[in-house]
Nanobody
Framework: QVQLVESGGGLVQAGGSLRLSCAASGRIFSSYIGGWFRQAPGKEREFVARITGSGGSTSYADSVKGRFTISRDNVKNIVYLQVNNLKPEDTAVYYC???????????????WGQGTQVTVSS
């Protein structure tokens, strides 16, 4: 089981940026696909981005393409989510998760972090 801990959230004005981090335990972290999801109040959890174990391939939700970038450092066991040009509608709790499948389906992700809050003011 991989243990995940997110950090880097906060309050930012519209147009601002943050870098979210997801620190993982476990020596085989690089074998997992990493994903970021978010959940706004009263809404379902939604896919944001995912990255292969090697970091060679990525995929994004249409709503964040061109503004968010997912990356990973397998030496440090961290998956990052750089979030730029933030909008009020990006306000949510952001979660990282891992899976062995290339999918945006949250039910396929087997380990989850506790989440980090991102709040964007207008």
């Amino acid at each position: 089981q991989v243990q995940l801990v997110e950090s880097g959230g906060g309050l930012v004005q519209a147009g601002g940026s943050l870098r979210l981090s997801c620190a993982a335990s476990g020596r085989i972290f690089s074998s997992y696909i990493g994903g970021w999801f978010r959940q706004a109040p009263g809404k379902e959890r939604e896919f944001v981005a995912r990255i292969t174990g090697s970091g060679g391939s990525t995929s994004y939700a249409d709503s964040v393409k061109g503004r968010f970038t997912i990356s990973r450092d397998n030496v440090k066991n961290i998956v990052y989510l750089q979030v730029n040009n933030l909008k009020p509608e990006d306000t949510a709790v952001y979660y990282c998760a891992v899976t062995g499948r290339w999918t945006s389906d949250a039910t396929a992700y087997t380990s989850w972090g506790q989440g980090t809050q991102v709040t964007v003011s207008s």
